[in-house]
């Protein structure tokens, strides 16, 4: 499960289904910290086989393939590398 989770919503009630997708707002910022054991490239910048910190900011993006015209997902997107 990816971009879900199981909350129970109180003492006695049903486990619901709620999507963390609905809750990102377009513009919001995260701060990730990650081991790249592959590289990775953000603008410029690529980086391997390190530590690092990446800024990243929830956008729309058009997910859909072939048939699925207009099928829009809030994704996260790597802006920038930070330097501690």
């Known amino acids: ?41 953000i603008g410029e910048e690529t980086r391997w086989l390190e530590r690092v910190k990446i800024k990243q900011e929830v956008a729309v993006m058009d997910v859909g393939g072939s048939m699925e015209w207009g099928n829009f997902e809030k994704v996260w997107i790597d802006k920038e590398f930070i330097d501690a």
């Open 1 to 41: 499960m990816q971009n879900s989770e199981y909350r129970r919503m109180g003492k006695g009630e049903d486990v619901r289904f709620i999507s963390k997708q609905e809750s990102l707002t377009i513009g919001q910022t995260r701060l990730i910290k990650k081991f790249l054991l592959l590289p990775l490239k």
